[in-house]
């Protein structure tokens, strides 16, 4: 398959304002049609990142480049993009029909054009028959959706979303999140969405770049993300984990051997070192980490499935609707079990046997 062109590109992007280096030596390549999405913290880069591209940032250093043109120095109204921010950013007093003609008669698109493309964008957000009304008459989520509405119906070369859910209930958010997914195939904008929420990056993107402290910590696809950091600040920041505390006893190309801190020893994959350098060597004392999905959990007289495996007693048990998250003490610490059911008769107390397999630990030097 031919590699697809890169819609925008960064390069070594460096901006700051007084005293902070809000990004620095940001390289970032966003491939044609895809939805790339930024992830991190607060105050990680994420926004400031999307106004470099959007035009609205001037920077420091570096190269800014759209569709191969560079647009470093060229200003945002001319960048032909289409964006969409957390607050509602319709024009309060047009109506929806109004705020989505409102692009399309400053570049002076024909009359008959313009009705066919609004009817055409307020149809693929669902909003068909609510074209008369004001914003302060439609709902959060029917805002939003008019608002990504008037972002599309200019054809934007690309479409810009700083956190457009982040106001929403927890189930519109829901909805919301698949539709874009759905929209954004259908009209093939290549698109750049700014979250927090590691399950929204996760569920919509085709890939995902964790930022912190103005740089990037990885991009990948969420699988990549989700199941192979490639640093603890990425490991920590999606998702759950457990951690434990050693020293590599030995290792070999395949397997690392690590001594714990509370006693006993667990078998890693050699591929699972996250870190700068992906550096461990034997004496190094390291981190340990396992997300609680990966731990399985059985009977104390069962033979153990795994390499990894310890006696543990149920200290806690939670029933999430959908699994049950299990609270077991094991090597002196408490770690988390999410499994989807449990035996009958189990309880607060009962002696059980945790495993895991080494290819599901990941490791990192302290
Ligand atoms: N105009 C400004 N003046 C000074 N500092 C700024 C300015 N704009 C942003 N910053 C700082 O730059 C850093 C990055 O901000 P940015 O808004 O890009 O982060 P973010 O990841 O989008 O955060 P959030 O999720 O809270 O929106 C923050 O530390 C912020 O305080």
Known sequence: MQALANDVEIRGVYKRIGRNVILDGIDLEVKQGELLTLLGPSGCGKTSTLNVIAGFLDIDQGDVFIKGQRVTDVPAYKRGLGMVFQTYSLFPHMTVYENLDFGLSLRKVAKDEKKRRIQKALELVKMTGLENRYPRELSGGQRQRVAIARALVVQPTLL?????????????????????????????????????????????????????????????????????????????????????????????????????????????????????????????????????????????????????????????????????????????????VLRPSIESGWTIGTEVMVGWNPSDMMIVKK
Not at 166 to 193: C, M, P, W, Y
Not at 226 to 246: C, D
Not at 264 to 280: F, H, I, K, W
């Open 160 to 336: 810009l979303l700083d956190e457009p859910l982040s106001n929403l209930d927890a189930k519109l958010r829901h909805e919301l999140r698949a539709e874009i997914k759905r929209l954004q195939k259908e009209v093939g904008v290549t698109t750049i969405f700014v979250t927090h929420d590691q399950e929204e990056a996760l569920s919509m993107s085709d890939r995902i770049v964790v930022m912190n402290k103005g740089k990037i910590e990885q991009v990948g696809t969420p699988t990549e993300i989700y199941a192979h950091p490639r640093t603890e600040f990425v490991f920590q920041f999606i998702g759950k984990s457990n951690q434990l505390e050693g020293t590599v006893k030995s290792r070999d190309s395949r397997m690392i051997c690590v001594e714990l801190a509370e006693g006993g020893q667990v078998l890693v994959e050699a591929e699972n070192v996250m870190g700068s350098d992906r550096s461990c060597a034997v004496g190094d004392a390291v981190k340990l980490y396992i997300r609680p999905e990966k731990l399985t959990i059985q009977a104390a007289e069962n033979e153990a499935p795994h390499y990894n495996a310890h006696a543990a007693t149920i200290v806690q048990l939670n029933y999430l609707g959908s699994a049950w998250e299990i609270e077991v003490s094991m090597l002196g610490k408490r770690m988390q």
